[in-house]
Structures are given as structure tokens and as C-alpha cells.
């Protein structure tokens, strides 16, 4: 019971990270969003441009951590009990929650950024 709400737990920060990470950039980039808007890009392809950005860095950091938690696996693995090294459901859970978390944290950011007024944009500095 612990250790699901230690998981919990540990899938919120990510998604509120995410969230975090893909706000302050469709805040960075509202300048270059609201040019690609004012030039006929359609609201989804906004929406797309920053999701696609999220889901790259999520699996850019999935990569990395699959590879550090497999190096974590086998140098604790005398402490690890019932549980292999590298185990394939946990990882498997791991690389489905994850992406489907990213998704959703990004879709925020990225409905902001579907809904950016170009003139408004523009006028701002």
C-alpha cells in the first residue's frame, strides 16, 4: 500500500512537471505562436506543435530513465525481493503511464496555445 502511494505520488509530480515545463514554454513561445497563427496555421496544428514537443521530451527522459532504472535494478538487486532486476510488467506499466500522463499534461498547454489571439500577440512589446 505503501509503495502504490509512494507510485501515486511520484506519477503527480510528473504530470504537474510536465505541465509546468509545457506552460512556461507556450508562454516563451506566444510570440512565435501568435506569427504562425497570424499566418493561417490552424488551431490544431498549434495544439499538435506543442503536444508533439512534450511527447519528445517525455520520451527523450523515459530513454534516459529506462537506462538508469535498469542500472539501479542490478546494483540493488540483493535488496529487491519477489522482484527481478528488470522486471518486464513494471517497466511495461512504467512505458504505458508515462506517455498516456505526458499527454494529458501536455493537452493544457497546448489547447492555450490553440486559442492564442494573433493580433493580441502582435500588439504586446
Not at 33 to 38: D, K, T
Not at 89 to 115: D, F, N
Amino acid at each position: 500500500m505503501l509503495l502504490a502511494t509512494f507510485a501515486a505520488v511520484a506519477v503527480l509530480l510528473a504530470a504537474i512537471g510536465i505541465y509546468g515545463v509545457m506552460a512556461y514554454n507556450v508562454a516563451r513561445r506566444s510570440r512565435e505562436l501568435g506569427v504562425r497563427a497570424a499566418l493561417g496555421a490552424p488551431p490544431r496544428e498549434l495544439f499538435a506543435l506543442v503536444v508533439r514537443h512534450g511527447l519528445m521530451l517525455t520520451a527523450l527522459g523515459g530513454a534516459i530513465g529506462l537506462a538508469a532504472s535498469l542500472a539501479a535494478g542490478q546494483a540493488l538487486s540483493g535488496l529487491l525481493f519477489g522482484v527481478g532486476a528488470s522486471d518486464p510488467l513494471t517497466l511495461t506499466v512504467a512505458a504505458l503511464v508515462l506517455p498516456s500522463v505526458a499527454l494529458l499534461a501536455c493537452a493544457l498547454p497546448g489547447r492555450r496555445a490553440a486559442r492564442v489571439d494573433p493580433i493580441a500577440t502582435l500588439k504586446a512589446e
